[in-house]
């Protein structure tokens, strides 16, 4: 199953990948659009998954959206308008997201397992993709080609790839002193060993679909400011390393060495519960629901400039000031 999605996922690459070296190849024979942008784009990105929450039982997207784990991110992007109602983008992005039992919103109901899971990580997240930019409203519009101070609705939708690491927190028991170490190592729900088969390794490099909706603002026509909330749908359960059950701790020593075992011993289960019977934080117990796969999403304001105009035969040099025309 996962080698046919894979291999589904790499004719969509090549798919796209071969759609836009047609589009290249064409260009100067497109009439309408036919331009390059160039873009910077800054915001926040936050991450979707098991770890911390809002009240209640667990559920996905927004509604355990926790707002104080946002950290910004960082993009800069290439779009190739071979007509004013499409654009064909490629973009790099850098950013980190993390995730906290502690930081769950407690009243007392459901979400209280979460808290006392107790478990945390934070991972940076590096990502390219190409993606399709719709441009509905150019339907509407009397004169396409005069943009300047017109506003555009967009939708985006792609595939990239991206690569992540998680961290956790780590006490030690005998200074008390906290740092973070890379969670992956440490198999902590037993991904690799014997006595889990169905617990392989997870990569961390990963693929992704990126899908969101934009409006844009065309300041003139060479400048334009964005606002874009950006889905990632992704096919990984272990971007913050839980996903599944907790194993015998016991194990660890069996295929780490003793430090490494220490370590992993303490951070596969944190839960100040865990030396309770029937707790439900004990070896066979749920740790994370696999059920749904990890996500996440960037909210960026984007600065684009036109830089080149195949129209006219000009280049707009991306080291020196745009030209303005009025």
Known sequence: MKKSLHSLLQKCVLSLSLALILHFSSFSQLSAGNYFEGGITVGPMAYLGDLGGNFGKGTT???????????????????????????????LNYGNISGDDAKTTGKGGEEETRRNRNLNFRSAIAEGYLAAEFYPTVFLENDPTDVQGRIRPYGLLGIGIFHFNPQGTYTDPATGNQSWVYLRPLHTEGEGFAEYPGRKEYALTQINIPMGVGIKYYIDENINISFEIVHRKTFTDYIDDVSTTYVDPSLFSKYLSPAQAQIATEMSNKSPLRFTPNSGYNPGDKRGDPSQKDAYF??????????????????RNSTHCPVMRF
Do not use: M
């Not at 304001?301 to 035969?313: H, S, V």
């Open 298 to 315: 960037t909210a960026g304001f984007k600065l684009g400039i036109r830089l080149l105009n195949r129209n006219e035969q000009e280049w």
């Open 61 to 91: 997207f927004i509604k355990d959206y926790n707002i104080p784990n946002t950290q910004l991110s960082f993009g800069f992007s290439i779009t190739a308008h071979p007509a004013e109602w499409l654009g064909i983008r490629f973009a």
